[in-house]
């Protein structure tokens, strides 16, 4: 059955790997890179901290992506220890990968991390639509990347969205303790 799974997974992947385009290539690599070490969404977060509407989305979403951290790249991809696509693959990824193992992505549960909280806590529903199509962007650079097979972006979206759902849940009840306090 896990056998069936890979095979569907590396399957799907060099079908991905197919679509690629010259002129799509740098596109790609550029924004895949931003969300190394989750750059572009803490600096979104961070930039958010400073202007009041936003300071919730920025610190909840920072919150959101550290437990992501913890939860994929410090805890499930050890435990895995899923090998890159490129390693069992005939593809030539985009970029250069210094973690071995890819499942599962962390660049798309960081992106997911922060996208739910963004999509629960922006003041305008511009930004929440624009954070939940960045986030998928991420995921779908990933694969187009050839860094990680689509279960691994299929995992990071789940366990980042989970971190926000947790993150989220945690600060509504804080609040709501806080507004029953007696002061």
């Not at 890179?33 to 610190?59: E, F």
């Not at 050890?78 to 696509?85: G, H």
């Amino acid at each position: 059955m896990l056998e069936a799974l890979q095979s569907l997974d590396g399957g799907l992947l060099l079908a991905i790997q197919g679509l690629r385009q010259d002129w799509l290539d740098p596109i790609a690599a550029g924004f895949t890179t931003l969300g190394n070490a989750g750059a572009l969404w803490i600096v979104l977060s961070a930039l958010m901290l400073c202007w009041r509407p936003t300071r919730k989305a920025g610190l909840l979403a920072l919150l959101a992506m550290l437990l992501g951290l913890v939860c994929t790249n410090l805890t499930i991809k050890p435990l895995v220890e899923r090998p890159r696509p490129w390693l069992d693959l005939p593809i030539l990824p985009l970029v250069a990968e210094d973690d071995p193992h890819s499942f599962p992505s962390g660049h798309t549960c960081a992106a997911f991390a922060a996208a739910m909280i963004w999509v629960r806590t922006l003041p305008w529903k511009q930004g929440r639509i624009a954070a939940a199509a960045l986030a998928v962007c991420m995921g779908l650079s990933r694969l187009y990347a050839g860094v990680h097979y689509p279960s691994d972006v299929l995992a990071g979206a789940l366990v980042g969205s989970l971190c926000a759902w947790a993150v989220w849940t945690l600060s509504r009840r804080w609040e709501a303790g806080r507004t029953l306090r007696p002061r």
